[in-house]
């Protein structure tokens, strides 16, 4: 957090400073923008600050398979490892990511949507070894 603070003053002291020299140069219609790139910036970090404690626990046993997951809220969710099975379902437009899922009995829950698409593919390849299809259950490499 403080290293985000140390960035953004001196980055708005920058921006300013520069745009300062220039309205006194008489190009005074660079102050607006210097505040408004100042302005996105700071959401820019407020949103990052907000996401960086995002965290999921995938733990996989001999019986089950569980979830820890702290995105918007704390959730936990079991699966019986035998019956579940890690599926990455593509999205309907181009333009969206990749699903991650792990399915059980008619339940799924999403899995790696914080991750980048060669993240999550990796991911799936890690969860396909460890649970392998319905009613199949690899051993688990110690």
């Known amino acids: 957090m403080r290293g985000a603070l140390y960035f953004y003053a001196s980055a708005c002291a920058s921006s300013f400073g520069v745009a300062g020299l220039m309205a006194l140069r008489g190009w005074w219609p660079v102050l607006p923008y ?4 100042m302005l996105l910036l700071s959401a820019v970090l ?8 995002w965290i999921e626990v995938i733990t996989v046993t001999d ?4 979830i820890d997951s702290k995105i918007a809220q704390k959730q936990s969710v079991v699966f019986p490892r035998h019956w579940a099975q890690g599926k990455l379902r593509r999205a309907a437009s181009p333009l969206h990511p990749t699903r ?18 060669a993240d999550r593919r990796e991911l799936a390849g890690r969860l396909r070894r460890a649970v392998g299809n319905v009613n199949e259950s690899p051993p688990l490499a110690g």
């Open 46 to 53: 407020w949103h990052c600050q907000r996401r960086r404690h």
């Open 100 to 117: 991650l899922l792990i399915l059980s009995h008619g339940r799924s829950f999403e899995v790696g949507s914080f991750l980048t698409e």
């Open 63 to 66: 019986e089950r398979i569980e």
């Open 34 to 37: 210097a505040g408004l790139e």
